[in-house]
């Protein structure tokens, strides 16, 4: 695997904690976990499944779009900004949408985003609540205005996760068709769109596995963060759901897709990576929650560190090597 190629830009102060000592783990936490307490808003009741990038303002490297669930316990998204990735300072008001036809722009609540950079644009995904759920989409240059465009999709979907470039000169998303609960269901799929506004061409990516097989991933699926290009394909983070005597349990994977067929996958993880054991992704708002929403990865030295929602309440961080993920992930092959 020394040579496997991966794109991106250089980002060589990146997050990161080195593997602790007699560790064997492929993705391992930050000690100082969780980053982002449930409280660092005055009005936040929890603060998880959030999306950060690289950005360049004043003494900030870092931007992100957060999930901060009020003491309504209404599901708002909020900016923030960083200069380590590590703390963030987290804007009070609610991100500020603008341009939307008056049809879709009453903001009704917006949950679990994440963010691409594709070209000079930095677009956002959210599940946005219109008639139930579905994947809004917004763009931004500067992460202060939000210009929002259509829907992607119709009711019921979730977990909208662009590509960070065109393919095949169309731009591409992953989701998963959904309804309006917490059912026993749930595949990913792939869609198209040459405008960012019109989506087809849908096809059927993976569905959760068998118990017998996989069973943290036996219930449903759904994508995680913006997948990384790889030579080997683009590796996705994804998280699996088991319905235990307990209730759900929520850990995450990882899967090979195909470079210029997205919706074939070529390798998918048995094993999971990450799977509720610290007490902050045990107990919480939703107990037993470990859920992958953004990722940040320098292409020289293959580091990687993902943001991670912990029990619906707060965010968590973990590192790893790309080159060992993508191993791992072909080691225990499930296809």
């Known amino acids: 695997m020394n040579a496997l190629k991966i794109a991106g830009e250089p980002l060589p102060d990146m997050p990161w904690e080195e593997r602790p000592a007699g560790s064997k783990e492929v993705l391992w936490r930050y000690t100082q976990n969780p980053i982002i307490g449930r409280d660092a808003l005055s009005t936040s009741n929890s603060i998880f499944n959030s999306a950060v990038v690289p ?112 393919i095949s000169g169309k731009f591409a998303m992953l989701s998963r068709p959904s309804d309006n609960g917490h059912t026993a269901f749930g595949d990913i799929f792939y869609s198209e769109s040459p405008d960012m506004e019109f989506w087809g061409r849908h096809r059927h990516v993976m569905s959760p596995a068998a118990f017998e097989v996989s069973a943290w991933q036996c219930m449903k699926i759904g994508a995680g963060p913006v997948p990384i290009e790889t030579s080997e394909g683009w590796l996705l983070f994804y998280h699996g759901v088991l ?47 470990t859920f992958p929403c953004a990722a940040l990865h320098d292409p020289a030295t293959g580091r990687v560190a993902v943001y991670y929602g912990c029990a619906d309440t707060v965010t968590g961080l973990a590192f790893g090597y790309i080159p060992e993920i993508v191993e791992f992930t072909k080691r225990h092959n499930i296809l």
């Open 55 to 166: 950005f360049q303002k004043g003494r900030y490297n870092y931007a992100g779009v957060f999930r901060c669930d009020d003491t309504n316990r209404r599901m708002r998204l909020h900016v923030g900004f960083s200069a380590d990735g590590l703390r963030w300072d987290i804007d009070e008001a609610d991100f500020r949408l603008t341009g939307a036809d008056p049809e879709i722009g009453e903001w009704v609540y917006g949950y679990d985003p994440r963010v691409a950079k594709i070209g000079d644009k930095y677009y956002v995904t959210w599940c946005n609540g219109y008639h139930g759920p579905t994947i809004g989409i917004a763009w931004t240059d500067d992460f202060e205005t939000f210009h929002q465009l259509e829907n992607a999709f119709i009711p019921f979907n979730r977990n909208g996760v662009l590509f960070p470039r065109k």
């Open 243 to 289: 319905r235990s005597c307990n209730g759900y349990v929520y850990a995450f994977g990882s899967a090979l897709l195909d470079l210029d067929e997205p919706w074939k996958v070529t390798a998918r993880s048995g094993p999971y990576l990450i799977s509720p054991r610290a007490p902050y992704e045990c107990m919480g708002d939703v107990p037993n929650v």
